[in-house]
């Protein structure tokens, strides 16, 4: 059974820095996506950063040069450093991983996961 549980959410002043982390249990896979996506009340929940199995990376225009997705293979948890943080980034927070072979395009759209973790709450204030 695969289980994936956050952690590292909480509240920051604007320009601030967090990291998450994703501790990934039951999940093995040769060719696979892991990612983070984020949810804002009353708005879909968006893909902010994958990972193909590959080593390919991709992240969303709105987090490009200021988050970081990482993984530690041997520890199977998945990171997200989150700096120059902004109010627009206040979110729920997921971390997801696909149950089959994934493709590269597909790795910050939702529907090619099937895993999901509870979920890290970020509020970053002005």
């Known amino acids: 059974q695969v289980q994936l549980m956050e952690s590292g959410g909480g509240s920051v002043q604007a320009g601030g820095s967090l990291r998450l982390s994703c501790a990934a249990s039951?999940?093995?896979?040769?060719?696979?996506?892991v990612g983070w996506f984020r949810q804002a009340p009353g708005k879909e929940r968006e893909g902010v950063a994958g990972?193909?199995?590959?080593?390919?990376?991709r992240y969303a225009d709105s987090v490009k040069d200021r988050f970081t997705i990482s993984q530690d293979n041997a520890e199977n948890t998945l990171y997200l450093q989150m700096n120059t943080l902004k109010p627009e980034d206040t979110a729920m927070y997921y971390c997801?991983?696909?149950?089959?072979?994934?493709?590269?395009?597909?790795?910050?759209?939702?529907?090619?996961?099937?895993?999901w973790g509870q979920g890290t709450q970020v509020t970053v204030s002005s």
């Open positions: 990972i193909h199995s590959d080593g390919t990376i």
């Open positions: 039951g999940y093995t896979r040769n060719s696979y996506c």
């Open positions: 997801a991983a696909s149950s089959a072979s994934c493709s590269r395009p597909l790795l910050l759209w939702r529907l090619a996961y099937s895993y």
